[in-house]
Structures are given as C-alpha cells and as structure tokens.
C-alpha cells in the first residue's frame, strides 16, 4: 500500500485501537502505553510504510521540523566539513535543513530575516569567532525560533553555545614542543580581531608558564591565516632571523603551517631536524605534508553535531546550555622524535613519540 494513501484511521482499524493512540505513537506519547500494543501499532506502520504529513504535524505541533545552518566561512574546509555532518545528523533527527552562507552582521541580518518567514524551529550559527553585532539576534527568542551559537559569543541566556578550549590546546602543543627539549618556541598568530586568536594567544603565555620559560615579544608574529599568504612567509622569515633562532614553532592554522614548513625547506633547514612545526585545525591536507603535520585537532564537526543534539533537546522543552569541548593534539612527524645533529646546544631538540593523540581541556 501506498503511504501516500495510508491514514492514521487505516492504522488504528488494523492495529485494533483508537485513533488517538495512533497518533499517540507518532507523537512519542507513550509512556502510559503497554508494550504488546505499542509493538503491535509500530508494526502497523512499518508493515504499511506509513511517513506522517509534515504540513499536517505542523498544523497541529505549530513546528516545521525545519532548521537553519548560518555559517560564516561556508567556503573553509574546516567549517564546510561540519555541514554535511549536520545534515546527516538532522535528517535522522527528522528535521530538514535550511543551509545558509553569511558574512558579517549585515547578511547575517538579512539571512535571519529569510529563515523567520521559512517558519524555521531553530537556528544553528556556526562563526569563526570574530567579534559581531548579535542586535538581530536577541528577539528571537520572543519569536518562537530556538538559536544555539558554535564557535561565538553567546548573545544571551535563551541561547545555547558550543565552544572549544583553543587555550587548552595551545597550551598543551607548548608543552609537547617543550617534552621534547625545545626551549625557544615561537607562536604565529591569527587575525587580531577574533576571539579564538586572543585564547591561542593566552594558551601560548599559559603552556610557557608551566614548563617555566619566560615569554619573549620577539618570538611572536602575526599571520593572519585571512590575509596574503606572502605576509606568512615573511613572519615565518622574520623568526628564522633572530639570533638565537626558534626550534618550534607554532603556527595560526594549517595552512600558514605549510608556508613555515616550505620557507624553512628553501632556506636549507630540515623540518623536524632544525625546526619542528604544529598547526590548527588538522585540515584534510595536513598528512600529505611532507612531512605530515602535527596539529591541534579543532572538534567542529562535533560542535556541530552536539548544537544539533542541543537545539532538538530545546525544541523538546529542555533548557538550553553551554558546552566546551576538549581540542586534541595529533602528533606527526613535523615533530618527530628525529634527533638533531647538535644535541649539546641548550635549544637541542629530542623528540618523542610519534603520530598519536592527546586530548586538552584545561
């Protein structure tokens, strides 16, 4: 028979029940029901492959089982990734989603617009933690429309957020660099204007402070991972200068770490023999590196996925909260255990350990 032409009247008569307790099946409502019927209904539904009307549930439920993704950086591997994990993960939630690109607090603004007249049951906004205007944001909570926030500032208490420990995980590269007998470890930082650069920032002050070496200015260069990848190389030639020259550095994300690596190469020195390298992010191209790259995994196909998980909790009656998931350092063999040739220097490196991963949170 056809679901199309299968009604919730068709299924009670068959299953020898009332019409409310069908519904009551297809609506999750049956907690007072017995086992032996609700087996008996279920099998109705599988047998006739019944799929409800999602107009006529939103008629009663006043919800479309529709969400909107708003990504800042469609166009980033990183948070492109996150996407089809998202769609996959909500599909099986039974909920469509509604996938939208925008950049900045002005088309963000205008996209927010667009979803509300979809008759949208919650918003998810995946951010690359720059500093935005939430003002389009903080109504919609009034309006009905649930909006959990990955990667961003949470614009108010109705709102759920999904975070990562960015600290935590530069932190723990520099003690990895330092485990290894780096003492002069240089940091490359990311756009000044986002969030997570300012935590990467502390995280690099905090790890220096525990293995007890003192934060030197001139080991720290911007590379901002948005801008022209020549101002990378240069920041990455500006370290190499220094007398004495950094062991390690720590790069603003994967693909300014590559640029380190290749400067390092035409300059003649070996990466990890001279100069070990870790990056952000731990994109797809970061083990056809030669040599493959050792980086801080950022989990956002699972901030995604946890968002998801949250906003559906919501839409179920359960409060919204916040969420701060552990980064993971994934060690390769830009910081292998390769000895250097001068192991009497006081900046020798002896490496250990070698592809594995270690989880950072605090």
């Not at 009307?53 to 089982?65: D, F, P, Q």
């Not at 769609?87 to 996209?111: F, K, M, P």
């Not at 919609?140 to 995980?169: K, Y």
Request: hydrophobic share 40%; charged share 25%; glycine share 6%.
């Amino acid at each position: 028979m056809s679901s199309d032409r299968v009604t919730i009247r068709q299924i009670a008569e068959m299953s020898e029940v009332s019409v409310s307790t069908v519904s009551n099946v297809l609506n999750g409502r049956t907690l007072r029901m017995s086992a032996e019927t609700l087996e008996r209904v279920r099998g109705v539904i599988s047998t006739l492959r019944y799929r409800p009307s999602s107009i006529a549930r939103g008629l009663v439920t006043g919800r479309t089982a529709t969400i909107g993704l708003v990504v800042a950086e469609i166009e980033t591997a990183l948070f492109f990734s996150a996407v089809g994990a998202l769609e996959t993960a909500a599909r099986a939630a039974g909920y469509n989603l509604i996938v939208c690109h925008a950049r900045g607090s002005r088309d963000e603004a205008e996209v927010v617009t667009v979803l509300r007249t979809k008759g949208v049951d919650g918003i998810i906004f995946i951010a690359n933690s720059e500093a935005v205007d939430n003002t389009h944001l903080t109504d919609l909570p009034a309006a009905g429309i649930l909006a959990v926030v990955v990667n961003r500032r949470r614009p108010g208490p109705e709102f759920g957020r999904v975070t990562w420990n960015d600290r935590a995980g530069v932190a723990g590269a520099v003690e990895h660099l330092h485990d290894l007998g780096h003492r002069r470890i240089a940091f490359l930082r990311g756009p000044r204007s986002r969030d997570s650069t300012r935590e990467r920032a502390a995280g690099y002050r905090r790890g220096l402070k525990k293995v007890g070496l003192p934060y030197q200015e001139d080991c720290v260069r911007l590379a901002d991972y948005t801008a022209d990848p020549l101002t990378w190389e240069r920041a990455t030639s500006e370290l190499l200068d220094l007398d004495p020259a950094p062991t390690a550095i720590i790069a603003s994300d994967d693909s300014v770490a590559a640029v380190v690596i290749r400067t390092s190469q035409r300059r003649g020195l070996s990466v990890p023999r001279d100069l070990a390298v870790v990056g952000i992010d731990d994109q797809m191209f970061a083990t056809l590196l030669n040599p493959p790259l050792t980086t801080i995994r950022l989990p956002v196909k699972e901030a995604a996925e946890r968002a998801l998980e949250m906003l559906v909790d919501a839409i179920a009656g359960q409060s919204m909260r916040e969420v701060r998931l552990a980064t993971e350092l994934v060690v390769r063999d830009s910081s292998s255990p390769e000895p250097r040739t001068n192991v009497s220097s006081p900046d020798a490196c002896i490496r250990q350990g070698r592809r594995t991963v270690q989880s950072w949170k605090e």
